[in-house]
């Protein structure tokens, strides 16, 4: 059974890849590949299973399928929100208030000035609602479509390592974060030099290959096809970035989830926009945009894609299959020693931090997690490098592939980036970052961090 769910994934996931070779979108091959997976476990089970009633086993899957669904429902319902406020924002001309500030049109100080604009932004908010609102942007300051994936596919690489050194700015740094494994001025302080590497590096190479100028967009376009007040203009966009950054103070004051959050400021721009359209909307400026209206533009495919390659890996997890693998990680590495000292747990790291550019991160670090659980005796204890590096790998890892990182599907959504290209022009600049800055990572934790008492003590 395991086989035939591997070699299903493999199969699924190379149809996403050569999504434009085989001319199949890629959602369609994402659904479907998660519909088989389920599909091969359950009758694996109901036909092969162990000892177990066929009443109990439906009542079990049925159990697993809600837990999944619900699961990658939260982050589905994010997505749907993020775009949502982002493209509202947009039909608005909100992002002129920052696309005027960015006077340049020199590529290398553009790439510069974006660039640490998202790594900064994203440990406020998270990645990908960070790469939503930046590709919002490129779509402002960039016109020649190949050009803006450069651009975005550096977005995809800053927002993922912006959101790795913030207890915030990851799905998974948030998962270690309230499960006690690290600390929230502890996991900034350890790995925000090496976040730092992962997204300096990349953009200094990307940089030194950039040439020229670009040219002037298009500044009388209006998305929304109606002229926009100043004044609504800059209201909607006060509140809907407004709306973004109360999304972590939502969670962290109700410890509700983030998707709630988002929904909120969903309905309080709904709620604005409605009263803007219906009482200010004129002859000569046209109707006023809703986010009844806005939901139009959604990228419903992306958001179907995500639902589909999410409960793809959550049956690789309800399989046991990463199970299987986190326990082999174990065997095979835990036990390296430089010395004395061990350092098996950094190549562990290393090696999940590439796995969540295939498989997704959450799972992976949950099954970590699951391994190495807190309390007396426990082999990693709170702000054990383990941990530090971990949330280091998986939030940068991602980077390698496009649809390895919840930045990188939302922008290959927004934007239609072919995988293949992505993996030519882009992954190697991310491998880049990400050695960089575990390099980064190793030397300040067994030398830094070992020798200074105060900034040990702080961390």
Request: aromatic content about 12%.
């Amino acid at each position: 059974m395991l086989v035939f769910i591997v070699a299903a994934f493999i199969v699924g996931y190379a149809c996403i890849a050569l999504e434009h070779p085989l001319k199949i979108n890629k959602t369609a091959s994402a659904l479907l590949l998660g519909v088989v997976l389920w599909t091969i476990y359950a009758l694996s089970q109901s036909y092969f299973g162990a000892a177990m009633s066929t009443e109990e086993w439906r009542t079990a899957l049925s159990g697993s399928l809600v837990h999944h669904l619900g699961s990658t429902a939260e982050i589905v319902f994010f997505l749907l929100g993020a775009m949502t406020i982002v493209t509202l924002v947009d039909e608005y001309e909100g992002f002129r208030i920052i696309t005027q500030l960015i006077t340049t049109r020199n590529k290398r100080k553009l790439l510069w000035i974006l660039s640490f604009i998202t790594f900064f932004f994203s440990a406020v908010l998270d990645n990908m609602t960070t790469a939503i609102v930046m590709c919002a942007l490129l779509r402002k300051l960039i016109t020649d479509q190949k050009e803006r994936w450069l651009f975005a596919g550096m977005v995809i690489l800053a927002a993922n390592a912006g959101g790795a050194w913030s207890p915030i700015g990851d799905v998974t740094t948030i998962m270690l974060w309230i499960g006690g494994q690290v600390t929230t001025v502890n996991i900034m302080v350890k790995t925000f030099f090496a976040s730092l590497a992962c997204m300096v590096v990349p953009v200094a190479i990307c940089g030194a290959m950039l040439k020229g100028e670009l040219g002037e967009p298009d500044k009388n376009i209006h998305y929304s096809g109606v002229k926009i007040e100043p004044k609504w203009r800059n209201l909607i966009f006060f509140v809907g970035i407004g709306a973004l950054v109360f999304v972590p103070v939502f969670k962290t004051i109700t410890h509700l989830p983030p998707y709630l959050g988002m929904l909120f400021g969903v309905a309080v721009l709904w709620v604005l926009t409605e009263i803007i359209s219906r009482k200010y909307s004129t002859e000569d400026s046209g109707v006023l945009p809703t986010a009844s209206k806005t939901l139009e533009h959604i990228d419903t495919p992306s958001v179907l894609f995500f639902l589909g390659i999410l409960m793809a890996v959550a049956c690789l997890e309800t399989c046991g299959i990463l199970g299987m693998l986190a326990d082999g990680l174990n065997t095979s590495f835990m036990g390296i020693k430089a010395g004395d000292e061990p350092i098996g747990f950094f190549i562990i790291d290393l090696i999940i931090g590439v796995l969540s550019s295939i498989i997704d991160n959450v799972p992976l670090v949950a099954a970590a997690m699951g391994m190495y659980p807190l309390g007396d005796g426990a082999m990693f204890a709170t702000n054990h490098p383990f941990w530090e590096f971990l949330a280091y790998c998986a939030g940068t890892g991602g980077s390698l592939l496009i649809i390895g990182s919840a930045a990188g599907v939302a922008v290959m959504g927004m934007e239609k980036i072919d995988f293949i290209w992505y993996l030519k022009k882009i992954s190697w600049l991310a491998l880049a970052g990400y050695i960089a800055g575990a390099i980064v990572f190793i030397l300040m934790d067994v030398t830094l961090f070992e020798q200074i008492a105060w900034l040990r003590d702080l961390a």
